[in-house]
C-alpha cells in the first residue's frame, strides 16, 4: 500500500510529498520526528541543500529500522522508551554544530512479536549504509568485535534464570555494568565519578584529559546537578515495576592513531528543569569561549520548548473538546481554502518574528555565522515557528534584550511562554559570581553546587502561622509604602487561607509566597541571617505555572510581585524590561487607565476602585522609572489614562463603608507616601518627554510645543520644589519614607539639570546646581545606610552610580568646583558610595562592576586633587563662568521676574531665594559646600581639558550616562 503525502506549503512537508511510504508506521515516524530533526539542523546553520539531504536520508533509510509506532518495545536508549534521539554536537573555535541521530535498528509491525537489538537487522541497515558509498564509512570493525560481545544462547538462558528479564535494562546496557564493583555505584552521579569514569580510574594521564575534566567539571557545575542519585520521574517511566535510578553512562572511543581511548560522558538530565539546563548549557559555552553560540543557544532551544509545550495544551483542550462536544471531528483537516486564506497572515508574521533577516545585509556588527544564519535565500523560504507562537508576536511585538541576541516576545495569553522567556534559571547571577571566585581559588566546585542546591530548594510554609504573618508586615513595613499595589488586611487573611484550607488557588499561594521572599529578601541582608527568600521564590514559581497572570486585578498584582522582586534580588534572572511591558499588557486589558468613577451603571465597591487605582499607579511609575533608567521610551502616554490619583485612605479604612479620606490635621499613613511618589511619577513622565524625546521635532498632536525650553526648565524646578515642601510631615526625624521621598527629589533634579537631548550643553550655574542635588543624594544615601534602613535594589545601584558620576564629571569639568571643593565632603561622599555598592556587590555582581567603576574613577580625581593643593602649584585660569553665563543669557529669558527656592542645605535646611531679574539664568552662588571664599576669585586645578579627563569621559566631557546605564543593566 502506498500512503501518498498531503500537500502542504512548509519546507518539511515540500520534501516529503515527493515520497511515498510503504505503510503508514512510517509515515507517522516521519511527521512525529522529521521536523523535530529540521528544526535542530536549521538551528545548526545548516543550508536548506544540505537540510533537504540529510532529511530525505533520515525519512528512506533510518525510519525503515524503528520498527512499529507508537513503538511496542521500549528501548533501552531513551530513557522513555523511544528507539530515536536527537542531539547536537557543538564545537570550539567556530565550526559548525553537527546533529547527531542515534537509534536503535527494530523489527516487527503491530500485532506481531517484536525483535529487539537483532543483529541481522543492524547488519542489514549498515549494509544499506555501505551501498549508499558514504565517505570514510567502513563497517569491517563492527562485523569482527560484533560477534564476541553478543551474549549466545547459554549466556541468555542463565540470564534468564536469574530474572535479568525481570529489569527495564536491557542486555547490551548490563554489559557495561557487569565489571563494576558495588562500590563504584554508577547511578551516583558525583564529582567523584565523574573525575573516575573521565580519567579511566587515573589511568589515562596528560593535558588535554586535565583540560577535558575541567570543561566536565565546569559543566556539571552549571547546569547544577546534585552530588546523589538521581530518580527518574514518573512522566518519564510510569512503570510502578521498575527501578526509578537514573544510572550515569559514558563510553570509551578507540582509536587507531591513539593508544589511549577517548572517554565520552554522558550527564543524565532526565525530570530537571529544562530551563535551568539549557541556561546552564548557554552559560558554560559563554564561559569556555564560545561566546556567539551561548549567544544563540538558549534563543533556539527556547522555540524547541514551547513548541512541546504547546503540543501537551493540545493535547489538553483535544480531551476537553471529546468530553464537551463529543459531535466534533478532530481528524478532520481544515479546507484548502483556509490553508490558503492563512497563507499571506504566516508570512506577514515570519518577517515580524525576524526582523534580524532585513537587517544582516546592512549591519557590520556580529559574525559571519550569525548573518548567515539569519539570512536566507528567496527560493527557499524557511518556516521555523509555529504559527502560534508567531501569532503572539504579531499581537504584542519584538522585544529585543541585547545585541545582537535572539528576539523574545511576550504575549499575555500566554502564561507558560511568559514564564518560560521572562525568566532564567535560578540563581544565575549568584552562580556567575561563585564561578568568578571559584578561579580566584575563594569557593570550591563543590560548595558552589551546593550553595545552589540549598538556596534554590523550594521551601514550605513556616510552622506557624503567626510566624508568616511576622514576616510578610515586614513587606507591608517597607515595600509597600513606595508600591502600594497590594490590600494589607486582604493579603493577612491569604494567610489564614494557606493555614486552614488545603484548596487554595493559585494566585492567592503566588502571592503569599512572593511576599515572603520579597520581605525575607531585605530582612536577612539587615539581620545578616540566612532566611529563605530563594526557596519562597521557588515554591511561588511552582503556583505560577499553575496560573494565567492576566485577564485578573490578581494576575496583575502577582506580576507587580514578580517585578518588586526582581529588583530587590539578583538571585533570579528576571527581565524587568521584558515584564514591564507585559504588566502594562495586562493594565490595558483590565482597563485600569480609565476612572471607573465615571461609569455609574458599573457596581463597584470602594476597595476594588481604590485597588483598581493604586495598582495603575504602581504600574505607571514603574514604566517610567524603567523607561529613565534604560533610556528607554515609556510604554503607555499620558493623555491614553484618566491620570486620577488615589484616596488618602489606609488600607484597613478601606475596609469600612463609610471610609472618609485623611484630613490635614491627621498623621499621613503609608498611602499618603505613596500618593506623594506617585506625583513624583508624573513629573518625572513631563521631565521624560520634553526633555529626554530622541527626536527634536514631534508632530504638534504628540504634545504642546515648548516655546522656551530654559523657561519650562525653571518652571520643572519650581514644580519640583513645590512637590519636595509638600511631602507630608512625621514626627519621626528618621522616617524612611520622607527620606525615600528626598532622595526621589534629588534624582529628579538631577534628571532635569544634566545634559539631555533637548539641553545638550547645559550652563556652568545649571551643572554646578546639580552637582549639588548629586551631592546631597549621596548625602541622603548615606542617612539611610547608617540607620540600616537602606534596602538594596537596582534602582539604588543606579542612582548612587549616577550620582556619583555626576560628581565625578563635574569636578573634572569645572574649574570651579575642583579648586573650591571640600575634600572631606568629598571623601565622605565617595566613601559612601563605595560602601553601599560594596555591601550590595556581596548579594549582585553587577554592583561590584558600579564600585570598580567608581572606584578607578574617583581614586585618579582624589589623588589629582591632593597632588595639586599639596604642591600649591594650581595657577588662575581665565573665567569659563563669565564666558558660559553670558552665553545663556542671549538663550534664555532675561526678564522673569520671579523668586526660585534652588534647594536645601543639607545642615540648616534653610531655603535659598534667587532673584531671576538679577540673576537671568536662573541660578546662583549657593552653598556648594566651598570654603566662603566666592567663587569669583577662585583658581582651577587645571582638570577641564587633562587626558587622563578625556580618556575617562570621552573628547565632549560628557559621559554618556544611559548607554552605561544600559550596559550595567543589561550584560549582565
Not at 547 to 572: A, I, K, R
Not at 586 to 615: A, F, H
Request: negative net charge; charged residues 20%; aromatic residues 8%.
Amino acid at each position: 500500500m502506498h500512503i501518498p503525502c498531503p500537500l502542504s506549503p512548509t519546507n518539511f512537508e515540500a520534501l516529503t510529498e515527493e515520497l511515498e511510504f510503504s505503510n503508514e508506521n512510517w509515515k507517522q515516524w516521519c511527521y512525529k520526528t522529521g521536523p523535530i530533526l529540521l528544526k535542530l539542523m536549521t538551528s545548526s546553520v545548516y543550508s536548506i541543500e544540505r537540510q533537504h539531504q540529510y532529511l530525505e536520508f533520515y525519512v528512506r533509510v533510518i525510519i525503515a529500522c524503528l520498527g512499529p509506532y507508537p513503538q511496542v518495545f521500549r528501548s533501552s536508549l531513551t530513557q522513555s522508551g523511544l528507539p530515536v534521539e536527537f542531539s547536537v554536537n557543538y564545537q570550539q573555535h567556530g565550526k559548525q554544530p553537527t546533529v547527531r541521530i542515534a537509534f536503535e535498528p527494530l523489527s516487527g509491525a503491530r500485532g506481531t512479536e517484536p525483535v529487539a537489538y537483532d543483529r541481522d537487522i543492524a547488519k542489514k541497515f549498515l549494509s544499506t549504509l555501505s551501498e549508499l558509498e558514504l565517505k570514510g564509512f567502513d563497517s569491517r570493525l563492527w562485523d569482527t568485535v560484533s560477534q564476541d560481545i553478543h551474549l549466545d544462547a547459554t549466556e541468555k538462558a542463565i540470564l534468564q534464570e536469574n530474572n535479568i528479564n525481570d529489569t527495564y535494562l536491557r542486555t547490551q546496557t548490563l554489559f557495561g555494568i557487569d565489571f563494576c564493583r558495588r562500590q563504584r555505584d554508577i547511578a551516583s552521579m558525583t564529582r567523584a565519578k565523574l573525575e573516575h569514569a573521565w580519567s579511566l580510574g587515573s589511568r589515562l594521564q596528560g593535558p588535554y584529559v586535565e583540560k577535558g575534566l575541567q570543561y566536565l567539571l565546569q559543566l556539571h557545575d552549571h547546569i547544577q546537578i546534585s552530588d546523589r542519585e538521581l530518580q527518574i520521574k514518573v512522566e518519564h517511566d510510569d512503570r510502578s515495576d521498575t527501578p526509578k535510578t537514573t544510572p550515569l553512562m559514558w563510553n570509551y572511543e578507540m582509536r587507531s592513531e591513539d593508544p589511549s581511548p577517548l572517554t565520552k560522558i554522558y550527564l543524565h538530565v532526565h525530570g530537571e528543569n529544562d530551563l535551568k539546563i539549557a541556561t546552564g548549557v548557554a552559560h558554560f559555552m559563554e564561559e569556555i569561549g564560545m561566546v556567539d553560540t551561548g549567544k544563540t543557544y538558549f534563543g533556539h532551544y527556547s522555540t524547541y520548548l514551547y513548541i512541546a509545550s504547546m503540543e501537551k495544551r493540545i493535547q489538553w483542550l483535544e480531551t476537553l473538546v471529546k468530553e464537551c462536544c463529543p459531535n466534533v471531528d478532530l481528524g478532520d483537516q481544515p479546507t484548502d481554502n483556509l490553508a490558503q486564506e492563512e497563507e499571506p497572515v504566516l508570512i506577514e508574521e515570519t518577517s515580524i518574528l525576524s526582523p534580524q533577516r532585513e537587517l544582516a545585509a546592512s549591519e557590520e556588527q556580529g559574525s559571519g555565522q550569525s548573518r548567515q544564519q539569519y539570512q536566507s535565500g528567496p527560493h527557499h523560504p524557511l518556516r521555523s515557528i509555529s504559527r502560534m507562537e508567531s501569532r503572539q508576536a504579531h499581537e504584542i511585538g519584538l522585544v529585543s534584550l541585547s545585541p545582537g541576541g535572539e528576539p523574545r516576545y511576550i504575549g499575555p495569553s500566554s502564561g507558560y511562554f511568559f514564564a518560560n522567556l521572562v525568566f532564567s534559571s535560578a540563581g544565575r547571577h549568584q552562580k556567575r559570581r561563585n564561578a568568578a571566585n571559584d578561579s580566584a581559588g575563594s569557593l570550591s566546585g563543590e560548595s558552589t553546587t551546593l550553595a545552589a542546591e540549598i538556596l534554590h530548594t523550594p521551601a514550605s510554609l513556616p510552622p506557624r502561622r503567626e510566624t508568616a504573618a511576622e514576616l510578610s508586615a515586614k513587606y507591608f513595613e517597607t515595600i509597600h509604602i513606595i508600591y502600594p499595589f497590594l490590600h494589607q488586611p486582604s493579603h493577612m487573611s491569604y494567610i489564614d487561607q494557606m493555614y486552614s484550607s488545603e484548596d487554595v488557588s493559585p494566585i492567592v499561594a503566588f502571592q503569599v509566597y512572593m511576599v515572603m521572599a520579597i520581605a525575607a529578601t531585605d530582612l536577612s541582608r539587615r539581620s545578616k541571617v540566612r532566611l529563605p527568600a530563594e526557596g519562597y521564590y521557588a515554591t511561588a514559581m511552582q503556583h505560577f505555572s499553575n496560573m494565567s497572570p492576566d485577564g485578573t486585578l490578581g494576575g496583575l498584582q502577582s506580576l507587580l510581585l514578580l517585578m518588586v522582586y526582581g529588583f530587590h534580588n539578583p538571585s533570579c534572572g528576571i527581565n524587568i524590561w521584558n515584564l514591564n511591558y507585559q504588566c502594562l499588557a495586562s493594565l490595558i486589558d483590565l482597563g485600569l487607565q480609565r476612572d471607573i468613577r465615571n461609569t455609574p451603571s458599573l457596581k463597584i465597591s470602594l476597595l476594588e476602585q481604590e485597588m483598581r487605582t493604586r495598582v495603575f499607579w504602581v504600574v505607571y511609575t514603574f514604566d517610567r522609572t524603567i523607561g529613565t533608567m534604560m533610556g528607554r521610551p515609556v510604554g503607555i502616554r499620558d493623555e491614553a489614562c484618566d491620570l486620577r490619583l488615589p484616596m488618602d485612605i489606609s488600607d484597613l479604612e478601606l475596609m469600612r463603608p463609610d471610609a472618609q479620606e485623611r484630613s490635614p490635621e491627621q498623621s499621613p499613613s503609608h498611602i499618603s507616601f505613596g500618593i506623594h511618589l506617585f506625583k513624583a511619577a508624573r513629573l518625572n513622565s513631563e521631565i521624560k518627554y520634553v526633555m529626554h524625546s530622541i527626536s527634536r521635532e514631534p508632530p504638534a498632536y504628540a504634545y504642546p510645543p515648548i516655546r522656551d525650553i530654559f523657561i519650562w526648565q525653571r518652571e520643572m524646578l519650581e514644580r519640583l520644589q513645590t512637590w519636595k515642601a509638600e511631602t507630608p510631615h512625621t514626627d519621626n526625624i528618621n522616617n524612611m519614607s520622607a527620606k525615600l521621598c528626598e532622595i526621589k527629589y534629588h534624582e529628579m533634579m538631577i534628571l532635569v539639570l544634566r545634559p539631555s537631548p533637548a539641553i545638550p550643553d547645559p550652563s556652568e550655574d545649571s551643572s554646578i546646581l546639580c552637582f549639588r542635588h548629586a551631592m546631597e543624594l549621596l548625602e541622603s544615601f548615606r542617612e539611610l545606610y547608617k540607620h540600616d534602613s537602606l534596602q538594596y535594589s537596582r534602582l539604588v545601584v543606579h542612582s548612587i552610580l549616577l550620582g556619583t558620576l555626576v560628581v565625578l564629571h563635574s569636578i573634572w569639568k569645572f574649574p570651579d568646583i575642583s579648586t573650591n571643593l571640600q575634600i572631606d565632603e568629598l571623601s565622605k561622599n565617595i566613601t559612601t558610595a563605595l560602601n553601599i555598592l560594596s555591601s550590595i556587590g556581596e548579594y549582585w555582581l553587577e554592583a561590584q562592576r558600579a564600585r570598580d567603576c567608581i572606584d578607578d574613577i574617583s581614586g585618579v580625581t582624589m589623588r589629582r586633587l591632593l597632588k595639586t593643593r599639596a604642591s600649591g602649584e594650581s595657577t588662575a585660569t581665565p573665567r569659563l563662568r563669565s564666558r558660559i553665563r553670558t552665553t545663556n543669557n542671549i538663550k534664555q529669558s532675561p526678564n522673569l521676574s520671579s523668586q526660585l527656592p534652588l534647594g536645601q542645605n543639607a545642615t540648616n535646611q534653610q531655603q535659598e531665594l534667587i532673584d531671576l531679574d538679577t540673576n537671568p539664568a536662573g541660578f546662583g552662588d549657593f552653598n556648594t559646600g566651598f570654603p566662603d571664599a566666592t567663587l569669583e576669585q577662585s583658581d582651577s586645578l587645571q582638570l577641564f581639558g587633562d587626558s587622563a579627563f578625556e580618556e575617562t569621559f570621552g573628547l565632549t566631557g560628557v559621559p554618556d550616562f544611559d548607554g552605561l546605564m544600559w550596559e550595567l543593566f543589561n550584560l549582565s
